[in-house]
């Protein structure tokens, strides 16, 4: 295999690594964002009197609120809920112009090997 191939291959590699991070990322960030979405929406049930079982809450995690803050709470997490998503589909569209640009140079490199295995037999045939 020759060197530019291997240079080239390595290109694609460091490429799919950049938009499986990229995916990972934002994994993350909407899991943290589900998780403050339902922190906001058990506070605003306890404010309501409401019983809310939840075993994953801890003692010292379980606060107070007044329903103005519940309300602002809830307020942010949605803002910032529909700018992650906003964001995300902005990702979303930049990851599949990646793709897109990576398929063709995919299939630029398939061409240009196919090519080159063409020359190399018409050299071959003719002494």
Same mark, same amino acid.
């Given at each position: 295999?020759? @060197? !530019? #191939?291997?240079? =080239?291959? *390595?290109?694609? $590699? &460091?490429? /799919? +690594?950049?938009?499986?991070?990229?995916? @990972? !990322? #934002?994994?993350? =960030?909407? *899991?943290?964002? $589900? &998780?403050? /979405? +339902?922190?906001?929406?058990?506070?605003?049930?306890?404010?309501?009197?409401?019983?809310?079982?939840?075993?994953?809450?801890?003692?010292?995690?379980?606060?107070?609120?007044?329903?103005?803050?519940?309300?602002?709470?809830?307020?942010?997490?949605?803002?910032?809920?529909?700018?992650?998503?906003?964001?995300?589909?902005?990702?979303?569209?930049?990851?599949?112009?990646?793709?897109?640009?990576?398929?063709?140079?995919?299939?630029?490199?398939?061409?240009?090997?196919?090519?080159?295995?063409?020359?190399?037999?018409?050299?071959?045939?003719?002494?």
């Amino acid at each position: 295999m020759s @060197a !530019s #191939k291997k240079l =080239r291959e *390595l290109q694609i $590699l &460091k490429e /799919e +690594e950049k938009v499986m991070m990229n995916i @990972a !990322s #934002k994994l993350s =960030r909407h *899991l943290n964002s $589900l &998780k403050v /979405e +339902e922190l906001a929406i058990l506070s605003q049930i306890r404010s309501q009197h409401m019983p809310v079982k939840c075993e994953d809450l801890k003692d010292d995690e379980v606060q107070e609120y007044s329903h103005e803050d519940l309300q602002l709470a809830v307020n942010t997490a949605l803002e910032g809920h529909e700018e992650e998503q906003e964001e995300e589909e902005e990702e979303d569209e930049e990851e599949e112009e990646q793709l897109q640009a990576m398929g063709k140079e995919h299939a630029i490199q398939k061409e240009y090997d196919d090519l080159s295995a063409f020359m190399n037999e018409i050299e071959q045939s003719n002494p």
